[in-house]
């Protein structure tokens, strides 16, 4: 769902951008109550997992794709400040390195694909873990249906933003219609995604997941075929581990999914793509500042080999997503007191 430039106008580009520029600001601060020694390299590789499952495109309907969003799933790994972060600086990448989104249309995005999904799905995944059993299977299940709303509300994100500024005129009802129809096939595949994340994170780390903290009563695990509680003093010596075995194991995967599978996607168009060249939208795209970027269109410029072009673009996204992400996450992460006192 990036929006190139042209979609919206000057006026609504700017205000968006400010909008997300203090989302982010917000995102900084309270970023600081949710990472730490920890948790901040996590972060980082949830950004660059983010970056990694967007290049896979799933098909969807006849000719219309569609990928991750992906704020579902960094708000509940990491907290919904981070959240914001982690796509962020997935479509900061994106739209500096790889021309996929527009540069004028970044507070757009961010606005549309980073603040709408954490803070929909996020209200949604809290308010399901209160009236649901404390389980493993439903912190999976809560995380299903947040991540499944989270997309058509972004779909009906944009069609707002495209009512007040849109550059063509195409009636409002129908950008709509087309939007969130496309948006909510979409949003089953990111729910499976997330939920098949989430729940691979919480059955190893469950004390690194942000989602699972604070719960009234302990996460229950399935030890041996039965429902055990996973009581403080059983996960201490979890707690107590470092994560650096899930951080080489989820980067590996990222690798994997960037430089490897990203070959098989599909290549039909987009939802957004999809209706703006089926409704009349894209009338006025332009083209892309970045367009001449030596990774542009997520190749690597003089390499003809489409597999391994595409591979390095992928392995360079992630890696660049990690040190970037990772570098925010290390410096806003919260210390500790004697440490923060020097």
């Not at 987009?270 to 703006?276: C, R, T």
């Not at 003089?302 to 992630?318: F, H, K, Q, W």
Request: with cysteine; glycine share 12%; aromatic share 6%.
């Amino acid at each position: 769902m990036h929006v190139p430039d042209g979609f919206i106008n000057a006026p609504v580009s700017v205000a968006a951008g400010v909008a997300a520029a203090g989302a982010v600001a917000v995102g900084l601060k309270g970023a600081r109550r949710e990472l730490d020694e920890r948790t901040a390299p996590l972060a980082g590789l949830v950004a660059a997992f983010i970056f990694a499952v967007q290049m896979l495109n799933f098909p969807v309907a006849a000719g219309t794709s569609g990928h991750l969003l992906g704020g579902a799933l960094a708000a509940i790994l990491v907290g919904p400040y981070t959240g914001v972060l982690c796509v962020s600086v997935v479509l900061l990448m994106q739209g500096i390195l790889f021309a996929d989104g527009g540069l004028t249309a970044l507070g757009v995005n961010i606005t549309v694909m980073g603040v709408v999904t954490v803070v929909v799905s996020y209200a949604l995944f809290r308010g399901l873990v209160k009236v649901l059993p404390r389980t493993r299977r439903s912190l999976t299940a809560a995380s299903f249906a947040a991540a499944l709303v989270s997309v058509p509300a972004s779909a009906a994100a944009f069609t707002l933003l495209y009512a007040i500024g849109g550059t063509t005129h195409v009636p409002v009802g129908k950008v709509l219609t087309a939007m969130v129809g496309v948006h909510v096939l979409i949003g089953i595949g990111e729910a499976v995604i997330t939920m098949l994340t989430v729940g691979a994170v919480v059955a190893v780390r469950p004390d690194l997941v942000y989602g699972a903290r604070g719960l009234s009563a302990p996460l229950k695990l399935r030890v041996g075929g039965e429902l055990v509680d996973a009581a403080p003093a059983a996960q201490a010596p979890a707690a107590a581990r470092s994560p650096k075995k899930l951080l080489l194991s989820g980067l590996a995967a990222a690798l994997l999914l960037a430089g490897f599978v990203s070959f098989y996607a599909s290549a039909s168009p987009d939802g957004l793509e999809k209706v703006a060249a089926d409704q009349g939208i894209d009338k006025n795209v332009e083209d892309h500042a970045a367009a001449d970027s030596p990774l542009a269109d997520y190749g690597v410029k003089g390499i003809e080999a489409p597999r391994l072009s595409g591979g390095l673009a992928g392995v360079i996204g992630v890696g660049a997503t990690v040190v970037v992400g990772g570098g925010v996450f290390w410096a806003v992460r919260r210390r500790p007191a004697a440490q923060a006192s020097d």
